[in-house]
Nanobody, 127 residues
Framework: QVQLVESGGGLVQAGGSLRVSCAAS????????RGWFRQAPGKEREFVAV????????YYADSVKGRFTISRDNAGNTVYLQMNSLKPEDTAVYYC????????????????????WGQGTQVTVSS
């Protein structure tokens, strides 16, 4: 059974940077679609970023474009989200997700398209 394990969240001041990681264990997702979502208190889970199985395609939510970068390691099993110029409104629990069936899905922004999820990691940005 594949599990996704996130790490790297924490508390940072506005304008600072954090990198969160998502490692797959118990199996390989090296060529599968991987995404990041976030959920703030009282809000729905929202799409943040996605990377294709090959790593050649990436897309971002407008709210993070130019500030966040998604990447994956050479083996493809670990995915990273580098977050720069953080704002208080980026405060949320960040979840990584995987679609184990495909390397690309045009509905990458829909959380229902993903079948594996991490437990979430808290990112708090203070003003």
């Amino acid at each position: 059974q594949v599990q996704l394990v996130e790490s790297g969240g924490g508390l940072v001041q506005a304008g600072g940077s954090l990198r969160v990681s998502c490692a797959a264990s118990g199996g390989t997702l090296s060529s599968r679609l991987r995404g990041w979502f976030r959920q703030a208190p009282g809000k729905e889970r929202e799409f943040v970023a996605v990377i294709s199985g090959s790593g050649r395609r990436t897309y971002y939510a407008d709210s993070v474009k130019g500030r966040f970068t998604i990447s994956r390691d050479n083996a493809g099993n670990t995915v990273y989200l580098q977050m720069n110029s953080l704002k208080p409104e980026d405060t949320a629990v960040y979840y990584c997700a995987a679609d184990s069936l495909t390397d690309w899905n045009g509905r990458y922004y829909d959380p229902h398209e993903y079948d594996y999820w991490g437990q979430g990691t808290q990112v708090t940005v203070s003003s």
